[in-house]
């Protein structure tokens, strides 16, 4: 079936502007997962959704980021006023249930310039 | 905070030969223990987790041992191939809380 999709795949903006990242889950999964994959280090939790409700967001670095999933299936991270060191790689990732084995996207690199 | 330590640097080795990527960790509590891998071109897929202290996870020839006394969690493998070449995370994740922190990661390396 259907894995993880992010959209874009590749994102260039320049330093201010507005982007927004797109993550449909696999079916079914209710729990959802954003992390933050900056060059030569390993992911950083940002966000996670239970359903349509955001159960953590504790690693949001500020308010500049924001994230919704509306109907509890696709969900979108919002990233307001760009800073160069928002480059990065961010990828989603789906589970059945909170406990279970989390199944990533294969990612959106966005490049601040 | 919770965090995970792999040790420095690629790992490039023969065909067939044994593989060992270190991974310590820093957790309050009993976190579950896992091993992501990321294949050239593809997203991140779990290779073997453990839940509690000795358990062992394995998967396509690759071991772990959850080892509480030493807060280690070492990723063995006795004959690697050339498709295993990759990048190797290691994370955890606690009991409750599903976010996972992951170490920095290993290129691996593999010549025919």
């Known amino acids: 079936g259907a894995g993880v999709s992010q959209t874009p795949s590749n994102k260039v903006t320049e330093k201010g502007k507005y982007v927004e990242l797109r993550c449909d889950p696999i079916?079914?999964?209710?729990?959802l997962y954003w992390y933050r994959q900056s060059l030569g280090q390993g992911p950083e939790f940002l966000i996670y959704?239970?359903?349509?409700?955001?159960?953590?967001d504790s690693g949001l670095p500020n308010d500049r980021f924001f994230a919704v999933r509306p109907e509890g299936s696709v969900s979108t991270l919002k990233i307001q006023r760009t800073e160069r060191g928002d480059s990065a790689v961010y990828l989603c990732?789906?589970?059945?249930?909170?406990?279970?084995?989390?199944?990533f996207g294969p990612g959106t690199r966005l490049t601040v310039l | 905070g919770d965090s995970v330590t792999q040790m420095e640097g690629p790992v490039t080795l023969s065909e067939e030969a044994f593989l060992t990527i270190n991974c310590t960790y820093t957790?309050?509590?009993?976190?579950?223990l896992f091993w992501y891998v990321q294949y050239p071109g593809e997203g991140l897929q779990l290779l073997l987790k453990?839940?509690?202290?000795?358990d062992k996870g394995s998967n396509k020839g690759f071991e772990a041992t959850y080892r509480k006394e030493t807060t280690s969690f070492h990723l063995e493998k006795g004959s690697v191939q050339v498709s295993d070449s990759a990048v190797y995370f290691c994370?955890?994740?606690?009991?409750?809380?599903?976010?996972?922190?992951f170490g920095k990661g290993n290129q691996v390396v593999v010549i025919p």
């Open positions: 990732a789906s589970s059945p249930r909170v406990s279970d084995e989390q199944f």
């Open positions: 079916s079914g999964h209710t729990a």
């Open positions: 959704f239970q359903g349509t409700g955001a159960a953590d």
């Open positions: 957790a309050t509590g009993y976190p579950s």
């Open positions: 453990a839940t509690k202290a000795d």
């Open positions: 994370a955890l994740s606690q009991y409750g809380n599903n976010r996972l922190a």
